[in-house]
């Protein structure tokens, strides 16, 4: 079982509407949360980082969440547009007792915005 | 847009020949990172380097190697490619364990 779960797995929606993106994690001790947006055939970019003491951050249209207590996050996309096609993928930092922070990665939610 | 680049994009070769996977960045960052992504599933961290002459395995068991004789560039090596190291290869860099990492395009490997 993945250590970070997300959901949905994919999603179409309209341009200009807004959508939600879940991310359930179960990995400690947790250091900060992540998402990117990889869009096909690229490398990942990151949109938001979290440390467990906040809440909220945003970028742009982009708005994450995170509640540390019930280990979920969540990505917020308003008003979409086309370019905002791609797959959002959120990781979680864990520091690893020799002192090295991993990432473990969610296997993404595939959004796709269609006119 | 963040400066790290991986060559070639694309290959596609047979089995049993040797290979290497360029990664270089200009960013000066000490930490970096190579990761294996089947499609539609996650990444995993197979190596990573804290800086010259550091590498360590990641999580993910890998016959490939790699090596940090220069803090711009970590390339990795497959002695002898086969089927099984079809993926892709993302390698990534980040100037600590706290902020973000840089990714570069990506490297498509297919082995026939």
């Known amino acids: 079982k993945n250590q970070v779960e997300q959901s949905p797995q994919s999603l179409i929606i309209l341009e200009g509407k807004n959508c939600t993106l879940q991310?359930?994690?179960?990995?400690?001790?947790?250091?900060?949360l992540r998402w990117y947006k990889q869009d096909t055939g690229r490398g990942p970019v990151s949109l938001t980082i979290?440390?467990?003491?906040?809440n909220t951050k945003s970028n742009g249209r982009y708005t994450a969440t995170l509640d540390a207590d019930t280990k979920q996050s969540s990505l917020h996309i308003t008003a979409s547009q086309l370019s905002d096609s791609a797959s959002y993928i959120c990781v979680v930092s864990v520091i690893m007792n020799t002192g090295f922070q991993k990432l473990v990665f969610g296997t993404g939610t595939r959004l796709l915005v269609s006119p | 847009e963040a400066d790290i680049y991986q060559t070639p994009r694309y290959l596609v070769i047979g089995t049993g020949k040797k290979i290497t996977l360029e990664c270089s960045q200009t960013?000066?960052?000490?930490?970096m990172y190579w990761y294996q992504q089947d499609p539609g599933m996650e990444l995993h961290l197979i190596h990573y380097?804290?800086?010259?002459?550091?590498?360590e395995k990641g999580d993910l068991s890998s016959e490939s190697t790699v090596s940090r004789i220069r803090t711009e560039h970590f390339p990795l090596t497959l002695e002898s490619a086969r089927p099984s190291h079809t993926s892709q290869y993302l390698c990534?860099?980040?100037?600590?364990?706290?902020?973000?990492?840089?990714f570069g395009p990506g490297t498509r490997l297919t082995v026939l």
């Open positions: 979290m440390t467990f003491s906040e």
């Open positions: 990534a860099s980040s100037p600590d364990d706290h902020n973000e990492q840089f």
């Open positions: 991310c359930n994690y179960t990995v400690s001790p947790f250091s900060n």
């Open positions: 960013m000066g960052h000490d930490k």
């Open positions: 380097s804290y800086g010259v002459n550091s590498t």
